[in-house]
C-alpha cells in the first residue's frame, strides 16, 4: 500500500468516532467507545507502523528540533503521512476528552458539535475555545445577573437563546480564520462577513428573547417566533460560511445557478425571520407595559429594526450595468451594497463602508439596532427617574424624543445613501436635515421636561 493512499484513507480510522459524538452525542453506543481510548488505538497503532521504518530519520530532528530540519522532514511524503496520522490520533484523544468532559458539565450538544468540529480540524483551538465556552457557562450558572438574565431568556425561548450561544461561538471561529486564512474578498479577508453575521446574529436572537420575556398569555406564539427565527438564522449563517470557505460572495452571487440558488434561498430564510419580528412586534403592542416608557422603547425599537431589516432587499436589485451584463449572458452580480459605486472600493476601517459613494449598508446596519438602543435609553431614563423624580409624562417624552432622534437619522441616513453620498462626505442637505432633526428632537425633550408637572424635576423643600 502506497503513502498516498494510507494518506488518503487513514482519516476513516477516526470518522465514525466523530461522528458519533457530534450528531448522536446521547447515545449509548456514542458513550461507549468514548469512554476510553479504543477510537485512538488505529491511529496510533498505525503511527507506530509508519514511524518504525523511519526511526533513523525521525529520531535526529525530534530530540535535537530545529526549524530546518522539521520542515524538511514534513516536506517529504513519509514525513507529512507520519505527522497527518499523529494529528489524527491526539486530536481524536483531545476531542473524546471535550465530548466527555462537555457532557459532565451538562454543555448543550448544539454548542457541543461546532467546538467538536473546530478539534478536529485545529486541535489547540478546539479545545481552548471549549475550555472557554465551558468557563462561561459556569460563569452564567452562577448566582449573579449574568445567570438571572440567561435563565429569563432561556425561559422565553430555548431556540433563541441556544442560537445566540451557538453564534458566540461561531464568531471566534470566524475570527480565527480571519488570523489564519489570508485570502481576500472585495478588499477584505474573506472570514469578516460571517464574523460580522455570527457577532450580529448572537445579538439579534437574545435582544428578541428579551423583548420576548416580557409577552405573557402568548406561549405558543413566542414559542414559534424562536423556532422560525432560530432555524431562519441557521441556513443564513450556514451559507454565509459556506460561501467565505469557498472564497465567493454569498451576497449578490448568482454567477451560477448554485450561487444563485444559495443566495435565494437566503433571501427567504431573512424575509421568513423579517415576518416572525413582524409577528413578535405585533404580541408587543397587544401587550401592556408596568413602565409604559420601556414599553414603547422596546416596541419602537424593534418597529426601526424591522425597517432596517427590510432595507437590506433593496440592495438585491440588480443595477443598469449588472442588468447589461445578464441581459448579454455574462456572469454578473444581482445588487450592491454601494450606490453610485462598485462594491469593494475605498471604505470605513472595521466596517467597509464605502467613502467614495453611497451605502446601504449604513442604514441598515443603524436601524438594526435600534432595538438594542432605545431599551438601552429607556431603562437609562428609569434609572435617571428613580434618582430625580421624574413624572411619567416626562419620561415617555424623553423616550420619544429619543425614538424621534434615532428613527430620523435612520431615515436621513438612508436618504443620503440612495442619493450616492458618502457617509463622511455630507453634502449640505443632508446637514440641513440633521439640523432640523437636531431642533425637533430638543424641542420635543425640553418640553416634555418643563410641561411634566409638579412631580418632574421639582426639588423637595427644606421647611417643616
Do not use: C
Amino acid at each position: 500500500m502506497t503513502l498516498e493512499t494510507i494518506f488518503s484513507w487513514s482519516g476513516l480510522l477516526v470518522a465514525p468516532f466523530w461522528i458519533l459524538m457530534a450528531l448522536f452525542p446521547g447515545s449509548k453506543l456514542t458513550r461507549r467507545v468514548t469512554s476510553g481510548v479504543p477510537g485512538v488505538l488505529l491511529p496510533a497503532a498505525l503511527y507506530v507502523v509508519l514511524v518504525a521504518p523511519h526511526l533513523a530519520e525521525v529520531l535526529p530532528v525530534v530530540t535535537r528540533p530545529a526549524l530546518g530540519s522539521v520542515a524538511a522532514l514534513l516536506a517529504t511524503p513519509a514525513g507529512a503521512t507520519i505527522a497527518w496520522v499523529h494529528f489524527l490520533a491526539f486530536d481524536l484523544f483531545v476531542g473524546q476528552w471535550v465530548y466527555r468532559d462537555g457532557r459532565e458539565h451538562g454543555i448543550h450538544p448544539l454548542a457541543m458539535a461546532p467546538l467538536l468540529l473546530l478539534t478536529l480540524l485545529v486541535g489547540p483551538v478546539g479545545f481552548l475555545s471549549y475550555v472557554t465556552v465551558r468557563e462561561a457557562v459556569a460563569l452564567v450558572r452562577r448566582e449573579g445577573p449574568v445567570r438571572t438574565l440567561v435563565l429569563r431568556l432561556w425561559g422565553t425561548s430555548r431556540p433563541l437563546t441556544l442560537t445566540a450561544a451557538v453564534h458566540l461561538v461561531l464568531l471566534g471561529v470566524f475570527l480565527f480564520g480571519i488570523a489564519a486564512d489570508h485570502r481576500r474578498l472585495l478588499g477584505e479577508p474573506v472570514w469578516v462577513k460571517p464574523a460580522k453575521f455570527a457577532a450580529s446574529i448572537a445579538l439579534y436572537t437574545s435582544t428578541l428573547a428579551w423583548m420576548l420575556s416580557y409577552v405573557r398569555g402568548r406561549r405558543r406564539a413566542v414559542q414559534a417566533v424562536g423556532q422560525i427565527t432560530s432555524a431562519a438564522m441557521f441556513i443564513e449563517i450556514a451559507i454565509i460560511g459556506l460561501q467565505a470557505g469557498r472564497g465567493v460572495r454569498s451576497h449578490f452571487n448568482i454567477s451560477t445557478p448554485f450561487d444563485a440558488t444559495l443566495f435565494t434561498i437566503m433571501g427567504m430564510s431573512i424575509a421568513v425571520a423579517t415576518l416572525a419580528g413582524v409577528v413578535a412586534l405585533v404580541l408587543l403592542f397587544r401587550q401592556p407595559f408596568e413602565d409604559r416608557g420601556l414599553g414603547w422603547a422596546i416596541r419602537l425599537g424593534l418597529l426601526i429594526s424591522i425597517l432596517g431589516a427590510s432595507l437590506g432587499g433593496s440592495m438585491t436589485g440588480p443595477n443598469a450595468e449588472q442588468r447589461a451584463r445578464l441581459q448579454a449572458g455574462l456572469p454578473a452580480d444581482a445588487g450592491a451594497h454601494s450606490v453610485g459605486v462598485s462594491d469593494g472600493g475605498p471604505g470605513l476601517p472595521g466596517v467597509g463602508w464605502s467613502t467614495r459613494g453611497g451605502d446601504l449598508r449604513v442604514p441598515h446596519f443603524v436601524g438594526l439596532h435600534a432595538m438594542q438602543a432605545l431599551p438601552l435609553f429607556a431603562l437609562w431614563v428609569a434609572a435617571f427617574s428613580a434618582r430625580r423624580r421624574l413624572a411619567l409624562r416626562q419620561r415617555l417624552g424623553l423616550v420619544a424624543a429619543a425614538s424621534l432622534a434615532y428613527a430620523g437619522s435612520f431615515g436621513i441616513l438612508t436618504w443620503q445613501a440612495l442619493r450616492g453620498e458618502p457617509l463622511v462626505h455630507p453634502g449640505a442637505l443632508t446637514l440641513w436635515a440633521f439640523g432640523v432633526l437636531a431642533v425637533a428632537v430638543v424641542l420635543l425633550g425640553a418640553g416634555a421636561l418643563w410641561r411634566g408637572g409638579d412631580e418632574g424635576l421639582a426639588v423637595p423643600s427644606r421647611a417643616g
